[in-house]
Every structure is written in C-alpha cells, then in structure tokens.
C-alpha cells in the first residue's frame, strides 16, 4: 500500500513540474498539460517497453494517468504565476519524483524477472526519462544532463 501512495506522490509531483516549466515558457494550456501529463507518465512508459512486459502501466491501469492529467490541470488553475515562483521549486519536485521513481523502476525490473545491472538501469530511466523527454519538448538542456543539477 506505500509503494502505491509513493507511486500516486510521485506521478503528482512530475506532472506539477511539467506544468510549471510550461507555464514559465509560457505554453498554451494544452501544451501545458501535455508537458505535465508527459513528465509525470514518460519514464514508467520507457521501463515498460524496454521490459517488453505487456502494455504499458497506464494502459493496464489508467490511475497514474488520471492523476497526472487532474493533478496538472489542478496547478494550471492554482499556480497563476509560475515565473515568479522560486528557482528552486523545479529541482525540488523533480528530486521528490526522482527519489520515489527510481525505486519504483528497479521493483518493477525485479518483477518482471530482470537482474540487479537491468534492474538498476530501469530504475535510472523510470526515475529521469519523463523529465528529459519534458525538457527536450520544452526545447531544453535536460536537467539531468546538466553540469551542476542541484
């Protein structure tokens, strides 16, 4: 039951710093939600078609994509500003979804009956793949790849 509030935790914190950097770039309500819904579901989506285990999670189960599309269209609607928010809002949720994502990714690798080095793998790109693809449709250096990240 706490991997499942972890995951829900998770899913909802990606999908607000989606929204924020698209509301700083000052995208159109759509590609706010699309960058919120993206960051929030993309890693869990890459892990699942490298594992090749059936459909992907939300297909299976759409509760983390409902979260993402509510709980992005909750902070579109609440946070009127989100330039002047501090810088360090961003690294903050993107550190909360990383740390809950990660961990998530390698159980869901040693489930599907992949090895410690698959595992770990897994775990890397469930944790950072929604926030580099967020960051490149946002038409920026992922913050993953950037020389000093936090």
């Known amino acids: ?10 899913t909802a914190v990606f999908a607000i710093s989606g929204v924020l950097l698209a509301g700083k770039l000052r995208m159109d309500p759509f590609g706010v939600l699309v960058l919120g819904v993206v960051t929030a579901v993309g890693g869990g989506t890459i892990r699942d078609m490298a594992l090749a285990n059936g459909p992907v999670f939300w297909v299976k189960d759409p509760t983390d994509l409902v979260v993402a ?20 809002i961003l690294p903050v949720l993107d550190a909360v979804g990383l740390a809950v994502f990660v961990g998530i990714g390698v159980n869901k690798a040693f489930l ?6 698959v595992a770990v793998s897994m775990g890397v ?10 960051d490149v449709l946002a038409r920026e250096i992922p913050m993953i790849l950037r020389t000093e990240i936090y």
Not at 69 to 86: A, E, F
Not at 125 to 134: A, E, M, S
Request: aromatic share 6%; glycine share 16%.
């Open 125 to 134: 790109v469930t944790g950072v793949g929604g926030g580099i693809i967020r």
């Open 69 to 88: 599309m509510v709980t992005s269209m909750l902070t579109i609607l609440l946070v009127r500003q989100p330039r002047r928010l501090p810088k360090w």
């Open 112 to 117: 599907a009956g992949s090895g410690p080095l």
């Open 1 to 10: 039951m706490l991997v499942y509030w972890l995951d829900i935790i998770g």
